[in-house]
């Protein structure tokens, strides 16, 4: 599901007019969904981490809307962060990686913000 939203996310991004507007559409309907299917993971999932990410992406990058962008990436940050002891050794290395890109894009918007 997200593989798709993501592939429709880059269709957007080279896309103008309708185009732009209809793969957008289809890309959050998308993520939504994968959203909804990841929910009853732990926050600490790599799939669910990366969701969040590529979702707060598409509000920044696509939707233009920077509140939900800044709103998805910090509650999926958030939410892992208060659970890293609780993180298998066998997906540390992937959820330390996302964090650090959900670290890293909270960052840059909030500071984009601020300018």
């Known amino acids: 599901m997200r593989l798709?939203?993501?592939?429709?996310?880059?269709?957007?991004?080279?896309?103008?007019?309708?185009?732009?507007k209809a793969y957008s559409q289809y890309a959050e309907n998308l993520y939504q969904e994968a959203t909804k299917k990841a929910d009853s993971l732990p926050s600490y999932n790599p799939v669910k981490l990366g969701t969040a990410l590529n979702y707060?992406?598409?509000?920044y990058e696509?939707?233009?809307n920077r509140t939900k962008a800044v709103k998805t990436a910090r509650d999926a940050f958030d939410r892992c962060q208060s659970?890293?002891?609780?993180?298998?050794?066998?997906?540390?290395?992937?959820?330390?990686?996302?964090?650090?890109?959900?670290?890293?894009?909270?960052?840059?918007?909030?500071m984009i913000e601020d300018e």
Do not use: H
């Open 4 to 20: 798709k939203a993501d592939y429709m996310r880059y269709l957007a991004e080279s896309s103008e007019g309708e185009k732009r």
């Open 56 to 59: 707060s992406i598409y509000f």
């Open 62 to 64: 696509i939707a233009f």
């Open 83 to 110: 659970n890293m002891g609780k993180v298998p050794d066998d997906t540390l290395k992937d959820v330390q990686i996302l964090q650090g890109l959900l670290r890293d894009n909270l960052m840059m918007w909030c």
